[in-house]
């Protein structure tokens, strides 16, 4: 049986006679969507519509917590749980239970985007999100937040939306006690647990934990360079990014601890430095238990256990672990000596070098 009502339908039901006509009409506005027009026989079926409207999803999976609109889709999903997998990917040994979730997936290792606008040109690896994408053209918002009005393109956006109006955060970080109510949030989050970084520079080989800091720091290769600090000559995108680079030459340190007193030039810095004194330590390496206070610490320590050596010298053959390591070496093919003696005119490639040097200066007026 059929949802809607058509008008054909209209016509043949009334045959003649005014009073059964506006008794149709009458049934029809019973059961008509007000958010759309939409008509239906039956209530159930209106109810059912609604959803569409509210992104209210009644039935939840009791293995996954994940929600439909209908009973029926909820049994479905159920196979995912209960069902053998059959369809075993080639290339990553994921197993699906149906051949068409298989071939989805397929998409994400041949990269293959077969579903095109014909309006902007993007295209998709699956259907439902190219049709998702073209209501950005159309204009078509039907889902609404009955809180505060606002309108959305697809059910999930909706409720995302609604998630500010309940202070609902179902995703928990395993590793401490803050919630999310993304997803995709909780997973950039747990990054700084872990200190993976999966995006990648193609120009550098510098890493990000979000595409969004990588698409940031490409503009490092690819912009032209507007901010010239008149000290060095160094040049930069950003005004801020000079005026943090400026404390370098005027030695200013802004932010200081309120407990031991130490100064840096850079609050980051400062909040790095802090968890000494909190003893916070949540970055922990799987291999060994060690636990480190920032992500980057993480990700050098890791390297010993995985010989990673990214920095190559461009002078000889020689690899390192960490860029600074890698810059102190190529002192040796440079001959380049930054560290001045303020004492003397001695001048050394190391700080440690110099630090070590002027205990002689310090010593010899304990002397005299």
Not at 184 to 192: M, Q
């Amino acid at each position: 049986m059929k949802e809607e009502l058509s008008e054909v339908e209209d016509k043949n039901q009334v045959r003649s006679g005014e009073k059964p006509k506006q008794k149709v009409l009458k049934k029809r506005r019973d059961k008509t969507c007000i958010q759309c027009g939409k008509s239906f026989t039956y209530k159930q079926y209106l109810e059912r519509h609604m959803r569409v409207h509210t992104g209210e999803k009644p039935y939840t999976c009791d293995q996954c917590g994940k929600s439909f609109t209908q009973s029926s889709v909820l049994k479905v999903h159920m196979n995912i749980h209960t069902r053998e997998k059959l369809y075993t990917c080639d290339q990553c040994s994921k197993t699906f239970f149906c051949a068409s979730v298989l071939r989805n997936h397929m998409i994400i290792h041949t990269k293959e985007k077969p579903h095109s606008c014909h309006l902007c040109g993007r295209s998709f690896s699956l259907l439902q999100n190219l049709k998702k994408h073209q209501k950005i053209h159309t204009g078509v918002r039907e889902y609404m937040c009955f809180e505060c009005e606002n309108t959305f393109t697809t059910s999930d956006h909706l409720k995302l939306h609604e998630r500010i109006h309940t202070g609902e955060k179902p995703y928990k970080c395993s590793h401490c006690e803050k919630r999310f109510i993304q997803s995709t949030h909780l997973k950039t989050h747990e990054r700084i647990h872990t200190g993976e970084k999966p995006y990648t520079c193609d120009q550098c080989w510098k890493s990000f934990s979000q595409s969004a800091s990588l698409k940031e720091h490409v503009n490092i290769h690819t912009r032209e360079k507007l901010y010239a600090c008149d000290q060095c000559g160094k040049t930069f995108l950003r005004a801020k990014d000079l005026k943090q680079h400026l404390r370098v030459h005027t030695k200013e340190k802004p932010h200081s601890c309120s407990l031991c007193g130490r100064s840096f030039s850079l609050l980051q810095n400062l909040k790095i430095h802090q968890k000494i004194h909190t003893g916070v330590r949540d970055y922990m390496c799987f291999e060994c238990e060690k636990t480190f206070t920032t992500a980057t610490c993480l990700k050098l320590h890791q390297r010993i256990h995985s010989g990673e050596k990214p920095y190559k010298c461009s002078h000889c053959d020689k690899r390192f672990s960490q860029s600074s390591n890698l810059k102190t070496h190529k002192r040796i093919h440079t001959g380049e000596k930054p560290y001045k003696c303020s004492h003397c005119v001695k001048r050394f490639s190391q700080l440690g070098h110099l630090k070590r040097h002027e205990r002689i200066h310090t010593r010899k007026k304990l002397y005299h």
